[in-house]
């Protein structure tokens, strides 16, 4: 391997594009599948959403992160994940 060349493979899962979305999980380089919508309530408002993304792999162990803080509010498919105020029933 090509000394300061990092490549974005983690086990056996690449992800397709250096652009595409990755898996918010520390040093995980997978591709995201999910989209984990959560707030702190001590520091956001109740309708307040931020993101985390997560491979496979690791959407059981960022939910339980989450969920274990009460921050958790919906795990979503990236294909499916709305921003909020963007979707049909928006305006």
Same mark, same amino acid.
């Given at each position: 391997?090509?000394?300061?060349? /990092?490549?974005?493979?983690?086990?056996? $899962?690449?992800?397709? !594009?250096?652009? +595409?979305?990755?898996?918010?999980?520390?040093?995980?380089?997978?591709? +995201?599948?999910?989209?984990?919508? =959560?707030?702190?309530?001590?520091?956001? &408002?109740?309708?307040?959403?931020? &993101? =985390?993304?997560?491979?496979? /792999?690791?959407? /059981?162990?960022?939910?339980?992160?989450?969920? $274990?803080?009460?921050?958790?509010?919906?795990? $979503?498919?990236? /294909? !499916?994940?709305? &921003? *909020?105020? &963007?979707? *049909?029933?928006?305006?």
């Amino acid at each position: 391997m090509a000394q300061g060349r /990092e490549h974005a493979r983690v086990g056996h $899962v690449m992800a397709p !594009d250096p652009d +595409a979305p990755m898996c918010s999980a520390k040093g995980c380089r997978a591709a +995201a599948v999910w989209v984990l919508a =959560w707030n702190n309530p001590k520091l956001h &408002t109740p309708e307040r959403r931020k &993101t =985390w993304l997560a491979c496979e /792999e690791h959407r /059981e162990y960022l939910s339980k992160f989450l969920g $274990v803080r009460g921050f958790l509010k919906d795990v $979503v498919k990236l /294909e !499916d994940w709305e &921003t *909020p105020g &963007t979707g *049909p029933s928006a305006g």
